[in-house]
């Protein structure tokens, strides 16, 4: 099945700096990549997601590059703002074998964005 | 309103009484599925299923039963609750379409349980 492993587990930046979290993930066939935000006491909710057949995709501030022959794909956030504080989850589908369908998260990464 | 829909929202309960947490979607999604939320674990996926009558065991399904009797309903059943599964619960769906798992998962707004 697959693995997924989210770095870092917490980052902290002064507002307009940028974030960068990165995930690695162990299944080749996996055809999808999506990124969840969950604020403070709500449901996680997509934010950007990539699919395998292009290596970068970007809207406004937020950006995720994938890099299949390495296996991991990475959220980049520029001009932070202090509304990006969040936890956020990367994810990755099993796409074959006996465990297909089964989606797999990251651990998730805490971003504190400082004013 | 497009929605995923979990009842209840909190739950407090004691060892080894039956309980039942809904989930309900009116978008006529293929894919619903169940996580548990625990602190530095991420979300971890207990059941899902990719249509009616179909569900499989995701990485965390011991203590958990599930069924999907209709599409837009998928109910989580804890037979005998222990308090290791005191946790926060999501529900989410999917459409699920011709690629297979490449659309976006919509959660309920979670349901806080508590095993005393």
């Known amino acids: 099945g697959e693995n997924v492993e989210q770095h870092p587990s917490t980052l902290s930046v002064q507002e307009g700096d940028s974030a960068v979290i990165k995930c690695t993930y162990s299944d080749s066939a996996s055809n999808y990549f999506p990124w969840y935000k969950q604020e403070l006491g709500k449901r996680p909710q997509l934010i950007i997601d990539?699919?395998?057949?292009?290596g970068e995709k970007k809207d406004q501030r937020i950006a995720v590059t994938l890099n299949k022959t390495a296996k991991h794909f990475s959220l980049h956030i520029t001009e932070t703002q202090p509304e990006d504080s969040a936890v956020y989850f990367c994810?990755?589908?099993?796409?074959?074998?006996?465990?297909?369908?089964?989606?797999?998260f990251g651990q998730g990464t805490i971003l504190t964005v400082h004013p | 309103e497009a929605q995923v829909t979990q009842n209840p929202r909190y739950l407090i309960t004691v060892t080894g009484k039956k309980l039942t947490v809904t989930c309900s979607q009116n978008?006529?999604?293929?894919?619903m599925s169940w996580y548990r939320q625990d602190p530095g674990l991420g979300l971890r996926q207990i059941y899902y299923s990719m249509n009616v009558e179909v569900t499989d065991k995701g990485d965390v399904p011991e203590g958990y039963k599930v069924s999907r009797k209709e599409k837009r309903n998928f109910p989580l059943i804890l037979e005998s609750p222990s308090p290791n599964q005191t946790s926060l619960y999501f529900c989410?769906?999917?459409?699920?379409?011709?690629?297979?798992?490449?659309?976006?998962?919509?959660f309920g707004q979670g349901t806080r349980l508590t095993v005393v």
């Open positions: 989410a769906s999917s459409l699920y379409g011709a690629q297979p798992l490449n659309t976006e998962a919509f």
């Open positions: 990539i699919r395998s057949n292009v």
């Open positions: 994810a990755a589908p099993s796409a074959g074998g006996t465990s297909y369908g089964k989606l797999t």
């Open positions: 978008m006529n999604h293929e894919y």
